[in-house]
């Protein structure tokens, strides 16, 4: 068996844009030994080479901070007139199926991911995506991931294509790009300059009418076959929260 880890390390990093950044503070062993003496248990009776417990405090960390899995909460608080679920409340069997890659990596920056492109990889390399597999799509942007412009760079999905995965039973989907839909700032861009409301995060929007979660910058998909394993989704059991950072792996036998 062989695991691959698709998830991106947590810890600070200048370079991230601020709304990503994290702050984690890390405890050394020998201020914990005061602790302990603090709670009563004299130096004396500390085992032999004991210098008390590491510890570490996360101060500040977005949910969508690092790889994680949206739930369907976070893209409108009502799913065809149901209320959304919230990411605790997402169903485990979701976040744990066979794997397939969607190779994109050929598509240009702001150039949203088609049905047409997905049928067309499917058929080139004779691959089909069945019922309750947790597609990943490949863009190669990971490569951008800690650099400051990493959210101004990358394809994206488009709305018919993330309709049309949940057609096929997909509940689960991941991308290594920094979001699902293209690029944030263009969609604002672009939304502006064709004073079309229908523009702005139109491939998230899909989760007003039907349910599904998506994964957000993913790592390492370039060292996974394109089918053959299994994927390992399980977010973080934070109540209440519209995603989870995960730590996402693939497994292959």
């Known amino acids: ?17 601020w709304f990503m950044r994290v702050k984690i503070k890390h405890k050394p062993h020998k201020k914990a030994k005061w602790l302990i003496r603090a ?29 994680h899995i949206d739930a369907p909460w976070h893209y409108s608080p009502t799913t065809n007139g149901i209320k959304s679920k919230t990411i605790d409340e997402i169903p485990l069997e979701w976040c744990y199926g066979d794997g397939i890659v969607i190779d ?11 049905v047409q492109d997905i049928e067309s990889f499917l058929s ?5 995506i069945k019922k309750d597999m947790i597609v990943l ?14 959210h101004k760079k990358g394809t994206g999905m488009s709305p018919e294509a993330t309709h049309w995965l949940i057609d096929q039973g997909i509940k689960v989907m991941g991308i290594d790009s920094w979001g ?27 989760g007003q009418q039907k349910e599904y979660c998506h994964m957000e910058q993913l790592v390492n998909l370039d060292a996974l076959p394109y089918t053959g394993f299994k994927v390992s989704a399980f977010p973080l ?16 036998n």
């Open 104 to 114: 994109m990596k050929h598509k240009e920056d702001f150039d949203p991911i088609t």
């Open 39 to 67: 709670l009563g248990l004299p130096f004396k009776l500390f085992p032999k080479g004991f210098d008390g417990w590491a510890d570490d405090t996360i101060q500040k960390m977005g949910v969508h901070a690092t790889t």
């Open 1 to 17: 068996m062989k695991i691959i880890d698709l998830s991106k390390p947590i810890q600070y990093n200048k370079s991230d844009p």
């Open 137 to 150: 799509i490949k863009t190669g942007r990971d490569k951008y991931n800690g650099d400051k412009d990493f």
């Open 237 to 252: 059991k934070i109540v209440g929260a519209s995603a989870g950072p995960s730590r996402v792996v693939a497994i292959l």
């Open 180 to 206: 699902w839909d293209i690029p944030l700032p263009h969609m604002i861009k672009k939304a502006k300059e064709t004073k079309n409301p229908e523009l702005f995060w139109e491939a998230h929007l899909v």
């Open 124 to 128: 080139t390399h004779n691959l089909a």
